[in-house]
């Protein structure tokens, strides 16, 4: 329902936000208590799942480096199939790149998973901050492209919605390659914290058995709610 709701805004057809008076507050609410605590369940899931994984490769015999890379890189290619000859929207690309960084810290202790997930929080709140030390491109931030949404918005209707199959794959493979960039970017900055804290929890045993865990996983959730909470107030333009 997100997903039909997000795709069917007039916003994508170049016109003002069309929700009324409490549009943006519903917005808010859709983005933050929806969409935005989806995306966190399956990117920690992610890395519950690499967890798992590592134990039944184990389990067989195997080397799980070479299993996981495998696995990563098949991931990679089907998401850049999806992107180039479907929807360039797709998030598997990202994730198998995410799921990379995850490799060296499957086998670590808990506290160093824990400090790795809060290192990688904060660079992802201060990207922003971070990329502008290092002189990045500004092609690399998405703020560059949302100045030119409505000249985006054009072309994309024109391409999707008059051109050829050819002309709307051109348009959907350039818009991949260079906006892609910047979304790729964000994606997978802000998803590696995620990807850690499931790491972390598998590992811990929170997950393993969480039937036997709920006054652990309730203090969890009500220490981390408020905090998530507050940073979600916070403007995008701050960060």
Request: glycine share 10%.
């Amino acid at each position: 329902m997100t997903g039909v709701q997000t795709c069917a805004l007039p916003i994508w057809a170049g016109t003002t936000y069309p929700l009324g008076w409490g549009g943006f507050v519903l917005t808010w609410i859709r983005d933050h208590f929806i969409e935005g605590r989806a995306i966190a369940c399956f990117s920690m899931l992610f890395g519950v799942g690499l967890c798992i994984q590592m134990e039944r490769t184990q389990a067989r015999g195997q080397a799980f480096g070479r299993f996981a890379c495998r696995r990563l890189g098949a991931l990679a290619l089907l998401g850049i199939a999806h992107a180039t000859l479907i929807w360039n929207g797709d998030i598997l690309l990202e994730y198998a790149v995410t799921g990379l960084f995850l490799l060296p810290l499957v086998r670590a202790r808990v506290r160093i998973i824990v400090i790795a997930a809060g290192l990688a929080f904060l660079v992802d709140v201060f990207l922003k901050v971070i990329l502008g030390w290092l002189h990045t491109p500004d092609w690399l931030f998405f703020a560059h492209w949302k100045k030119q949404a409505l000249w985006l918005l054009q072309s994309a209707n024109q391409a999707y919605g008059h051109g050829t199959w050819s002309e709307a794959a051109r348009w959907r493979i350039w818009e991949w390659n260079h906006l892609g960039r910047a979304i790729n970017l964000i994606t997978i900055f802000g998803c590696l914290p995620l990807f850690l804290v499931g790491l972390a929890l598998w590992r811990e045993g929170i997950l393993v058995d969480p039937a036997k865990r709920i006054p652990t996983i309730r203090r969890i959730f009500h220490s981390v709610f408020w905090v998530g909470l507050v940073f979600a107030c916070i403007p995008d333009s701050w960060l």
